[in-house]
């Protein structure tokens, strides 16, 4: 049963490569990932509502990680995330999250004191030159949209990764729906003065019925059921467990794109796609 609800989360997070980057081929990303945040949060809230025996006392102590979730969810991991697909390629920022294993291996490693097996470092090494393979089809030009997008997209991944760490222990002891809600609504305070310093102001009138379609896709299906699916397979398996099923998204992206903007897979996507896959592999298998 877990191994499904992954799979669904995958799938869901796939989806919304493809989403992201059509609504912020017309909307800005600040207002995007504004409407995003107050929808996810308002699910979450109005759900909570109905199932007032989720509501728990928060320790005086964790409300900083409650600060620290919302932080890189929402001005970090969600912001890079949208301004890196909108200017690079669905596929391109799929396979960036499939990094999100290695991330958190390392992060593990440095912080956790994770024992770092020879295999284990291979395997980080081959991932991260994948990367640097994926990084090089447009060149080392930093001018180049298609690099500053698949730069954002891996320090989103990397925000990801710790992310997961942070949420692991507080997702088990609050419960993956009400840890999630938290996260969500100190993001979306904390983001809040972010956007009005860099926006300035809300155009409503250049939202499209459309856009409000995959708005509220983004904001109640990826940002509500999907984190919810995630923290909730995060309380049954370990985080670098759950981390190398990110490894599904470069394909199903990869195909979804071809089909919706008929975007073609090149060779660097596939050369650097093995080696991040089979470096993660590698990963895990130590």
Not at 38 to 56: D, E, G, M, P
Not at 269 to 275: E, L, N, S, T, Y
């Amino acid at each position: 049963m877990i191994n499904i609800i992954i799979f669904l989360q995958q799938l869901i997070a796939s989806s919304t490569h493809i989403v992201a980057k059509g609504v912020t081929n017309e909307l800005e990303p600040g207002l995007v990932l504004l409407f995003r945040a107050l929808i996810a949060t308002s699910v979450y809230f109005v759900y909570l509502a109905f199932r007032k025996s989720s509501w728990k006392r928060i320790e005086a102590k964790d409300w900083w990680t409650i600060l620290l979730l919302g932080l890189l969810n929402i001005p970090i991991n969600q912001y890079f995330f949208l301004v890196g697909v909108s200017y690079t390629s669905a596929p391109n920022v799929s396979l960036a999250y499939a990094l999100t294993p290695v991330f958190v291996f390392i992060v593990a490693a440095v912080f956790l004191k994770e024992k770092v097996s020879a295999l284990k470092f291979i395997g980080i090494i081959t991932a991260v030159l994948g990367a640097v393979v994926l990084l090089s089809e447009k060149g080392f030009n930093f001018s180049s949209d298609t690099l500053k997008g698949d730069v954002l997209a891996l320090l989103a991944s990397f925000s990801w990764g710790l992310y997961t760490i942070v949420g692991r222990n507080f997702t088990r002891k609050y419960g993956a729906i009400y840890s999630t809600a938290l996260g969500m609504a100190s993001g979306t305070i904390l983001f809040l003065p972010i956007f009005f310093f860099t926006e300035g102001s809300i155009n409503l009138p250049e939202i499209t019925t459309i856009n409000w379609l995959q708005l509220i896709y983004l904001g109640a299906i990826t940002s509500g059921l999907g984190y919810a699916m995630w923290f909730y397979a995060l309380k049954k398996i370990e985080a670098s467990k759950l981390a190398v099923f990110n490894n599904f998204q470069p394909a199903l992206t990869a195909i979804l794109a071809f089909f919706i903007f008929g975007t073609n897979v090149s060779l660097y996507f596939v050369i650097g796609g093995v080696m991040i896959i089979a470096g993660v592999f590698l990963t895990q298998k130590s």
